[in-house]
């Protein structure tokens, strides 16, 4: 009797591989031979599940940016303004092993989508997610006319995107203790506009 492949489960298991092989060696590094052989699958056994590189890519982003979402969600759940606020940026924030290596992954996909639009498109679905989560907060916090809220939503995703990029490229000045001052910071800036 042949074995019965469950090919979601398959197919998360690949993704879980690829993400932790890029947080590790690089996306440079990737490809799907020497994935497949750090799975355990024979050469080719990822072609039926992500025919390329780049659905592999996508997929794998998607998982992380799932990932990051679900904590999001359940950190800010019954939480309202500021607070939520603060909740999101802490599942966003590279302030342990696991959100380093989210970002690792996030700052490499990023270098690709800087010269893929579909890629790019992938990346802008996220960012259009957050923008109306902090929408929602932040209009909690000012009234419907407040013309800063735009501002300081975006100031926030750009904090947030750089803090991962920072801590990838410069580790040394962005340790964990640095970005939650830099995140009370910002946290002040807002709590401010709200007086």
């Known amino acids: 009797m042949p074995k ?7 197919r998360k298991e690949i993704v879980e591989v690829t993400w932790r092989f890029i ?15 750090a799975a355990g699958y024979a050469n080719g056994a990822f072609k039926p599940y ?21 904590r999001i ?5 019954g939480l309202f303004g500021l607070e ?18 989210e970002a690792r992954i996030a700052v490499h996909f990023w270098h690709l989508a800087l010269g893929d639009p579909k890629l790019a498109e992938v990346n802008a679905a ?14 909690q916090m000012f009234s419907d006319e407040d013309t800063r809220v735009p501002m300081a939503r975006d100031s926030m995703i750009n904090f947030l995107m750089g803090a991962q990029v920072g801590s990838v490229l410069d580790a ?16 002040d800036l807002l709590a401010t506009l709200n007086q």
């Open 126 to 139: 996220t960012m259009d997610n957050w923008r109306a989560l902090l929408d929602s907060w932040l209009g």
């Open 84 to 101: 939520a606020i603060e909740a999101f940026a802490r599942e966003v924030l590279p302030l342990d092993e696991l959100r380093r290596s």
């Open 4 to 10: 019965i492949v469950d090919h979601d489960q398959r």
């Open 23 to 37: 947080a590790r060696e690089g996306i440079e590094k990737l490809n799907l031979r020497d994935l497949a052989a």
């Open 73 to 77: 969600q359940k950190s800010a759940s």
């Open 50 to 70: 992500f025919p390329t590189r780049d659905t592999l890519l996508v997929a794998t982003f998607n998982f992380v940016a799932d990932a990051t979402n679900r």
């Open 172 to 187: 040394k000045a962005n340790t964990v203790a640095l970005l939650e001052q830099q995140l009370t910071y910002q946290l």
